[in-house]
């Protein structure tokens, strides 16, 4: 059932173990809780999600750095932030 499905999709060479890990990955993308990933995926821990799930993109990078710098700069402008 999954190899023709995939194959009339045309998404030949994906896996359904390829499909999970690319599902637990935008979750993250979204901002999902680690908890929460961690429950849909049946895993016993968050330990065991962010060890396996755990990879960080060049966009979240990029977004972590951006906020970052803003935070730095209105600290220097004597602004304060809410979080």
């Given at each position: 059932?999954w190899?023709?499905?995939?194959?009339?999709?045309?998404l030949k060479?994906?896996?359904?173990?390829?499909l999970?890990?690319?599902?637990?990955?935008?979750?993250?993308?979204?901002?999902?809780?680690?908890?929460?990933?961690?429950?849909?995926?049946?895993?016993?821990?968050?330990?065991?999600?962010?060890?396996?799930y755990?990879?960080?993109?060049?966009e979240?990078?990029?977004?972590?750095?951006?906020?970052?710098?803003?935070?730095?700069?209105?600290?220097?402008?004597g602004?304060e932030?809410?979080v």
């Open positions: 059932m190899y023709p499905a995939v194959t009339k999709a045309g060479g994906l896996t359904f173990h390829g999970r890990h690319t599902g637990a990955g935008l979750m993250r993308e979204a901002g999902a809780h680690t908890q929460v990933i961690a429950r849909r995926l049946g895993h016993s821990s968050e330990r065991m999600t962010t060890g396996t755990g990879w960080v993109t060049p979240t990078d990029r977004a972590a750095a951006s906020a970052l710098d803003e935070l730095l700069r209105s600290s220097h402008r602004e932030k809410s």
